[in-house]
């Protein structure tokens, strides 16, 4: 018996580009790669979305896994854009070394990212369609191990799939809600793509969901006073004086996205930047505030309850100019509509 067969995707021209949300499916194509003796080999595309590995495998009992995500954008002009896929693998080589693991040099990475896109071409969303290519890069400890030491073995793998609005609101700003508990500890593993700390966010963002919000606000774990992450994105508020704030803490994810709109922000808005200190207790300050992430791109955040307080930030159905001001620049960028930053945009 096999738990985890998936249908094959159905054939692109079934698919309704502008209403995909973000769900698994099974592309014809993806890419694989075997960590054996100090060197990666057998590397290439394999139609197998099955992995089978060794029950002693380190991924299955200590979490020993790495993960990424960005996307693949097709532009007006039918070529295709990768956005910043050199710090996709910067940071999953900073993970693989918090949790003892090969790295996939940068190279390797990008060059996999696109025998996968190519590969799968089809299945990349027409433009206009707000649709996109995601990617989901992948390293896991595998082999016969028990003891709690790093594997010896790994795969790598990368597979895709159309994706359109990860939060259901997109650009309709959407209600969050603290939470009570952490994803990671202060100097735990916050700050890296690991799926720990995602098993960690299961059931706080389950709560969440079960009140009727979109996802949980994650505050410091030290004295959850300060906001830190939104579920699977990073916090960015726009001060009633019009700067760019974003948390700066050991515990979030630096995420890319954040990263490119405090450039943004500051090179072609002009906009006074900070990476700082947000606390609950001072959201007053705040004019517009949103989520942040490759699947998330920029959502609005409307309210945000914590304890018996509930504090709208711009509306609870507009999104703010700033903020669509900053989605505007940036989907434009990674759609090829706008100049991108020196070194922002690989082709495929
Ligand atoms: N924070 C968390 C916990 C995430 O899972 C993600 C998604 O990758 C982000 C932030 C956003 O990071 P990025 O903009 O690099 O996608
Ligand atoms: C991403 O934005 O790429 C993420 O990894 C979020 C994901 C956990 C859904």
Redesign the pocket.
């Known amino acids: 018996m096999s738990l985890s067969k998936a249908p094959k995707a159905k054939n692109p021209a079934e698919l309704d580009w502008s209403n995909l949300g973000f769900t698994y499916m099974n592309l014809p194509y993806r890419y694989r790669a075997y960590w054996r003796d100090g060197e990666w080999r057998d590397a290439g595309l394999t139609e197998d979305a099955t992995i089978t590995i060794n029950e002693g495998s380190t991924s299955l009992h200590y979490g020993q896994e790495v993960f990424?995500?960005?996307k693949a954008y097709r532009c007006k002009d039918g070529s295709i854009n990768l956005f910043r896929p050199d710090?996709?693998a910067q940071?999953m080589q900073n993970s693989c070394e918090r949790l003892m693991m090969p790295k996939v040099p940068t190279e390797m990475f990008i060059s996999a990212l696109k025998s996968v896109v190519k590969a799968n071409e089809e299945y990349i969303p027409p433009y206009g369609t707000g649709g996109t290519l995601y990617l989901r890069p992948y390293l896991i400890g595998v082999g016969g191990n028990i003891g709690v030491h790093p594997a010896e073995e790994y795969i790598f793998s990368i597979f895709a799939m159309p994706v359109g609005n990860y939060f259901k609101g997109g650009l309709t700003p959407t209600n969050f809600i603290a939470s009570e508990y952490d994803?990671a500890a202060h100097k735990g593993t916050?700050a890296s793509?690991v799926g720990g700390?995602?098993a960690a966010?299961l059931f706080p963002g389950q709560l969440a969901h079960d009140a009727g919000f979109s996802d949980c606000i994650y505050l410091d774990p030290i004295n959850h006073q300060k906001i830190e992450?939104?579920?699977?994105?990073?916090f960015f508020g726009i001060t009633k004086d019009g700067k760019f704030v974003t948390p700066k803490s050991p515990s979030?994810?630096?995420?890319?996205?954040?990263?490119?709109l405090l450039y943004l922000a500051e090179h072609n808005f002009g906009m006074e930047t900070e990476q700082g200190d947000i606390y609950i207790d001072q959201l007053d300050h705040f004019a517009e505030a949103g989520a942040?992430?490759?699947?998330?791109v920029i959502s609005p955040i409307g309210g945000f309850q914590y304890g018996d307080h509930f504090h709208v930030f711009y509306s609870k159905t507009e999104v703010g100019p700033v903020t669509r001001k900053l989605y505007d620049e940036l989907t434009g960028i990674q759609f090829g509509d706008v100049k991108a930053p020196e070194g922002w945009i690989e082709k495929v």
């Open positions: 990424e995500g960005l710090q996709n940071r994803r916050g793509k700390n995602y966010s992450e939104v579920g699977s994105a990073n979030i994810l630096p995420s890319v996205t954040k990263f490119s942040c992430g490759t699947a998330a």
